[in-house]
């Protein structure tokens, strides 16, 4: 073989290694963009990425322990690996917009040097540190995180791992959080950056950077209408329901309910073939058995409205009650119990 021709081979097969290694790492996976208050470190890629309109999340405010354990109950926010109980020392609950973006940085980057990069943005944005840690601090964060936040991350060219797969084993690991305090709503940020992890043999000396974005903010009032009610139903089999008030303890529906009611035989009366289980729920203050029986009896006072005030034909509607057991937030804090009670429009199959 002449060396020309060697010359040419050896290169040749050193754009099909490149070449396929960046294409299992090399870009963006598709729908996601950088949050528009936090650019990312030059020459990164998102490989993991969820926004959410509204929901509930722990800012973690101190070291994460690691301990070995076995209560029947873990406390919240605690999570298990294994029979290794992971639980932030301090934490703060907030609710609102929530944007999760994991990142692979390029090889040769410390996790100091990413972390600066970071820490000066955020300094420069207005952001006030709350919490910054690393190593002994820091250690036990990505155990937590990817257990208490699980997400599949769908790398191109590679088998799909779990997010918390990158966050663990970490090495030399760092954690900040901040807020950006604003008068139309605070901002949060929770910044966690290592390098380590063996999950992929071409991502284990890479950086990885776990940059979460929390807009605080209210619940977005008004969306109760037909168009949203069948637009969820459709999509997800079932829609949850707020404003629909009832006195204390009771299941006596209040005049304030009328609007939301009012909705809902909307919908039956645009979507005559539409049949639905009224689901209601509670909160977990008080006995098991007297919150199904109360959220039973507040789901029937929902079908006997649209029955008797309404005329809704009566087979079209099935009311049933389960209490506290399919809560959609944590039930010690007062914003998470009144998400938990609420009543459920799931439809029925014909």
Same mark, same amino acid.
């Not at 600066?116 to 420069?124: F, G, M, Q, T, V």
């Not at 290592?194 to 992929?200: A, L, R, V, Y």
């Given at each position: 073989?002449?060396?020309?021709?060697?010359?040419?081979?050896?290169?040749?097969?050193?754009?099909?290694?490149?070449?396929?290694?960046?294409?299992?790492?090399?870009?963006?996976?598709?729908?996601?963009?950088? /949050?528009?208050?936090?650019?990312?470190?030059?020459?990164?890629?998102?490989?993991?990425?969820?926004?959410?309109?509204?929901?509930?999340?722990?800012?973690?405010?101190?070291?994460?322990?690691?301990?070995?354990?076995?209560?029947?109950?873990?406390? /919240?926010?605690?999570?298990?690996?294994?029979?290794?109980?992971?639980?932030?020392?301090?934490?703060?609950?907030?609710?609102?917009?929530?944007?999760? &973006?994991?990142?692979?940085?390029?090889?040769?980057? !410390?996790?100091?040097?990413?972390?600066?990069?970071?820490? *000066?943005?955020?300094? *420069?944005?207005?952001?006030?540190?709350?919490?910054?840690?690393?190593?002994?601090?820091?250690? *036990?964060?990505?155990?937590?995180?990817?257990?208490?936040?699980?997400?599949?991350?769908?790398?191109?060219?590679?088998?799909?791992?779990?997010?918390?797969?990158?966050?663990? !084993?970490? *090495?030399?690991?760092?954690?900040?959080? %901040?807020?950006?305090?604003?008068?139309?709503?605070?901002?949060?940020?929770?910044?966690?950056? /290592?390098?380590?992890? &063996?999950?992929?043999?071409?991502?284990?000396?890479?950086?990885?950077?776990?940059?979460?974005?929390?807009?605080?903010?209210?619940?977005?009032? %008004?969306?109760?209408?037909?168009?949203?009610?069948?637009?969820?139903?459709?999509?997800? #089999?079932?829609?949850?329901?707020?404003?629909?008030?009832? %006195?204390?303890?009771?299941?006596? &529906?209040?005049?304030?309910?009328?609007?939301?009611?009012?909705?809902?035989?909307?919908?039956?009366?645009?979507?005559?073939?539409?049949?639905?289980?009224?689901?209601?729920?509670?909160?977990?203050? %008080?006995?098991?058995?007297?919150? &199904?029986?109360?959220?039973?009896?507040?789901?029937?006072?929902?079908?006997?409205?649209?029955?008797?005030?309404?005329?809704?034909?009566?087979?079209?509607?099935?009311?049933?009650?389960? #209490?506290?057991?399919?809560?959609?937030?944590?039930?010690?804090?007062?914003?998470?119990?009144?998400?938990?009670?609420?009543?459920?429009?799931?439809?029925?199959?014909?």
């Amino acid at each position: 073989m002449n060396k020309p021709f060697l010359i040419i081979l050896v290169l040749v097969s050193l754009v099909v290694l490149i070449g396929g290694r960046i294409q299992a790492i090399g870009a963006d996976i598709p729908d996601t963009k950088d /949050h528009p208050l936090v650019s990312r470190y030059s020459g990164s890629i998102i490989f993991g990425y969820e926004e959410i309109a509204f929901e509930e999340y722990i800012l973690v405010l101190g070291k994460v322990n690691r301990e070995l354990d076995d209560l029947d109950d873990v406390p /919240h926010p605690g999570y298990y690996v294994g029979r290794t109980l992971f639980i932030p020392t301090e934490f703060k609950t907030l609710e609102g917009k929530i944007t999760k &973006i994991t990142y692979l940085v390029p090889e040769g980057r !410390s996790s100091l040097e990413i972390f600066r990069n970071y820490e *000066n943005e955020l300094i *420069n944005a207005g952001f006030e540190t709350l919490f910054s840690g690393d190593r002994e601090e820091a250690g *036990n964060f990505g155990d937590w995180y990817g257990g208490y936040y699980p997400f599949q991350i769908p790398l191109s060219g590679v088998r799909t791992v779990s997010r918390g797969d990158y966050l663990r !084993s970490s *090495n030399d690991p760092r954690l900040l959080t %901040g807020v950006l305090r604003r008068a139309e709503g605070d901002i949060y940020v929770s910044l966690y950056v /290592h390098n380590g992890g &063996i999950t992929q043999p071409a991502h284990s000396a890479l950086g990885k950077v776990q940059l979460d974005i929390i807009e605080v903010a209210p619940m977005e009032e %008004g969306l109760v209408s037909v168009d949203s009610m069948y637009e969820g139903i459709e999509r997800e #089999g079932s829609i949850a329901i707020y404003g629909i008030e009832f %006195g204390f303890d009771s299941a006596e &529906i209040e005049e304030a309910s009328e609007p939301v009611l009012t909705e809902i035989r909307n919908l039956l009366n645009e979507f005559p073939r539409l049949k639905l289980y009224v689901v209601g729920h509670t909160d977990d203050t %008080g006995s098991l058995e007297y919150n &199904i029986g109360l959220s039973e009896r507040r789901a029937q006072a929902v079908v006997d409205y649209l029955v008797n005030i309404f005329g809704v034909s009566p087979d079209r509607l099935i009311a049933r009650g389960v #209490g506290p057991l399919a809560p959609v937030a944590s039930n010690e804090t007062e914003a998470g119990r009144a998400k938990n009670r609420r009543v459920e429009l799931v439809k029925q199959l014909e």
